[in-house]
């Protein structure tokens, strides 16, 4: 299974269900379900005040759950990915492969 590197706080959003929509510049044709990668880039600091949060308190890079990926919207270069019934990793793994900015595959 394939898995989709996102910044934290961004991962927390997309498992607590408060994101469901991934922006991105490029389209994807994948649908079904895809790990989620907490990449080691924090995302924005206005992002993590937000949620009350820092960065350092969630985890990164590691696998922190998996989302389907629904749908695919948008034009040249502002897609909107649509993501839905996210679950959290019951356990967190490191991945074996390297990341890669967008999809990758960890095992």
């Not at 927390?12 to 990449?39: D, F, N």
């Not at 820092?54 to 502002?78: M, S």
Request: some cysteine.
């Amino acid at each position: 299974m394939p898995a989709l590197s996102v910044r934290q706080p961004y991962c927390e959003q997309i498992l607590r269900g408060e994101k469901t929509v991934e922006y991105r510049s490029r389209p994807t044709k994948r649908r079904g379900r895809v790990y989620l990668y907490a990449s080691l880039t924090p995302g924005p600091e206005e992002e993590w005040d937000w949620m009350g949060l820092a960065p350092g308190d969630l985890p990164t890079g590691v696998i922190v759950g998996t989302v389907e990926v629904t749908g695919c919207t948008g034009e040249d270069g502002d897609y909107e990915w649509h993501l839905a019934n996210p679950e959290r990793a019951k356990r967190l793994r490191k991945p074996k492969n390297q990341p890669m900015p967008s999809w990758f595959f960890p095992f």
